[in-house]
């Protein structure tokens, strides 16, 4: 139990670390990489930690549905789909996005595991009031048929989704300590801030004395700057922890979004071939390519010192590079290294 809540332990853990060899060869930095990207269902990825405690929130009250919300290719809406069908329960996601050409990355795992997902384009009115109304609407839909209805926010991101990334600080700890390893930096993509604050006060509860580095994949302006404080704020409360953290203990890389969340991006694309010819490991272009990119750069440029340790946080996400804007983007790239002979 942790901080009042238990989990249903969904997952092999803990999820290794590994040397980056020839990544660190590059950069001049001792790179390595742990690799969330491995839990046990739906392809994995980060989201199954929070899930784990949101699952066992659900059950104590009955639920018989998870219902959450995100883009249209959400991968935390493919991990609740996946843990819905583990547990023999219904699921729908909620997405607020432009009509998608085909069915393609995660909306087709999401429909395999049994997922009902609605998709509405924005009406570019707040995004929070709308998904409030979107959500009323389809929770009153099944409520009438007898459904119990868990909510779950974007990206699983509330208090109790957090502890999930609150134990990985702590897992991450014991087995740096079992490695020998004290990193200068621990770096992870920023998005809705529930693995990254979860891992920030997980690692400085558990005594790690690294810089927690998130790289923002989406505009981090005024709203997103409250929602970290707040979130904290909300944390430090209801864990009974101190709070003494000012907004400049965060460090949040912001200069590495692009044109926005889930943009098609050169970078981003750069970093996946980096990371694929190199290590034989697979990143996605939303999350970790745009993230592991930056910290890529971060390295180059002497923002993060020569000789560094530096751990990358796999948060998953393949199955975006199958979606059609980023698969046409790649293919474009890589097209002239596909040699079609003659019979």
């Keep these: 139990m942790l901080f009042g809540y238990d989990k249903v332990p969904l997952l092999t853990l803990p999820t290794p670390i590994q040397k980056l060899h020839a990544i660190s060869e590059m950069t001049g930095c001792d790179c390595y990489i742990k690799r969330d990207d491995m839990t046990d269902y739906g392809m994995g990825g980060n989201k199954l930690r ?28 493919r991990l609740t789909a996946a843990v819905a069908a583990k547990y023999g329960m219904k699921c729908a996601i909620l997405c607020l996005d432009e009509h998608p050409d085909q069915i393609s990355g995660n909306i087709l795992l999401d429909r395999i595991m049994g ?41 699983g991101s509330n208090t109790v989704g957090l502890r999930g990334y609150f134990e990985c600080g702590q897992e991450m700890k014991r087995q740096l300590d079992e490695m020998g390893l004290v990193p200068d930096v621990i770096a992870c993509a920023a998005g809705s801030l529930g693995t990254y604050l979860g891992l920030w006060l997980g690692a400085r509860h558990s005594g790690l004395t690294a810089d927690v580095c998130g790289i923002a994949i989406s505009p981090f302006g005024e709203a997103k700057e409250r929602r970290l404080m707040e979130y904290y704020a909300q944390c430090c409360q209801e864990f009974g922890l101190p709070q003494d953290a000012r907004r400049e203990d965060f460090h949040i890389e912001t200069g590495y979004v692009g044109t926005g969340y889930n943009s098609v991006d050169e970078n981003a694309r750069q970093a996946i071939y980096t990371m694929g010819s190199k290590e034989a490991i697979l990143l996605d272009p939303c999350y970790t390519g745009k993230a592991f990119g ?46 079609l002979l003659p019979r």
């Design 50 to 77: 929070k899930l784990e405690y949101l699952l066992w929130d659900a059950q104590r009250q009955g639920a018989t549905m998870l219902l959450t919300y995100g883009g249209a290719q959400t991968n935390h809406g």
């Design 115 to 155: 997922a009902e997902v609605y998709i509405r384009p924005s009406d570019g009115t707040d995004e929070a009031e709308q998904n409030r109304r979107f959500g009323r609407q389809i929770i009153a839909q099944y409520e009438a048929q007898g459904e119990r209805v868990y909510e779950i926010p974007v990206g």
């Design 294 to 339: 930056g910290l890529l750069d971060m390295m180059r440029t002497g923002k993060i010192a020569a000789g560094s340790k530096v751990v990358f946080l796999h948060t998953g996400g393949a199955p975006a590079l199958y979606t059609p804007k980023h698969r046409a983007a790649i293919a474009a790239d890589l097209a002239e290294g596909v040699h």
